[in-house]
């Protein structure tokens, strides 16, 4: 069975950084592209990066404005989100989703994704 | 970045009923779009993909059509299950912008 098991949210004050998990399992990680989509209290999806399966090609939500890293272990068969200089208004669960793309070039829809994780930016 | 834009926000509808959602997007994305269902505090769910493909395991009351700009999600004949928020998605360019949401009501 295919899952993304997101982990390391949690409150952070403004200013402040966190890092973000993502383990995955039941599918061959490295042939996968992934991505980060951040859901704000109440509101609607939000695109936050993309990465390649081999971390080759890395696409970040121009809103982020340098902020936010992604990355992956494929030994580890996990994503990360490296979140810096955060904002009140980067409080949102965050979610880790599988994209289907064929091929690593190209970015698709996401057809797995896991339950979230709160990150909460307050003072 | 493509902007994408769906009507309504809120839709008020009864079980059997047909029911049509519309994406619009800011520039022409072929048929690159998928669309998603979230219910509440739940991740969303993959219905349709590119624009007018069944996601495996999805009911069949679900259909999407559209090309270029313009796009629906059409519910055939409303289920308890189906009252959530729909949502779609371009992914013609690797800025993957998501429409504003169309939230299903019981009427």
């Known amino acids: 069975e295919v899952q993304v098991v997101e982990s390391g949210g949690g409150l952070v004050k403004p200013g402040g950084s966190m890092t973000l998990s993502c383990a995955a399992s039941g599918f061959t990680f490295s042939n996968f592209n992934m991505n980060w989509v951040r859901q704000a209290p ?25 902020r936010f890293t992604i990355s992956r272990d494929n030994a580890k068969d996990s994503l990360y989100l490296r979140m810096d200089s955060l ?16 091929e690593e070039w190209e970015f698709s829809f996401f057809d797995y994704w896991g339950q979230g994780v709160l990150v909460t930016v307050s003072s | 970045d493509i902007q994408m834009t769906q009507s309504p926000s809120t839709l008020s509808a009864s079980v059997g009923d ?3 959602i519309t994406c619009r997007a800011s520039q022409s ?6 669309w998603y269902q979230q219910k509440p505090g739940k991740a969303p769910n993959l219905l349709i993909y590119k624009a007018s493909s069944l996601e495996t395991g999805v ?5 999407g059509s559209g090309s270029g700009t313009e796009f629906t999600l059409t519910i055939s004949s409303l289920q308890p299950d189906d009252f959530a928020t729909y949502y779609c ?19």
């Open chain 1, 42 to 66: 109440g509101k609607g999806l939000e695109w936050v990066s993309s990465i390649s399966s081999s971390g080759s090609y890395i696409y970040y939500a121009d809103s982020l404005q340098g």
């Open chain 2, 59 to 63: 009911p069949s009351r679900f259909s």
């Open chain 1, 87 to 102: 904002r009140v208004e980067d409080t949102a669960l965050y979610y880790c989703a599988r994209d289907r793309a064929p």
């Open chain 2, 18 to 20: 047909r029911v049509t």
């Open chain 2, 89 to 107: 998605q371009q992914y013609k360019t690797y800025s993957k912008t998501f429409g504003q949401g169309t939230k299903v009501e019981i009427k």
């Open chain 2, 29 to 34: 994305i072929n048929k690159y779009l998928a």
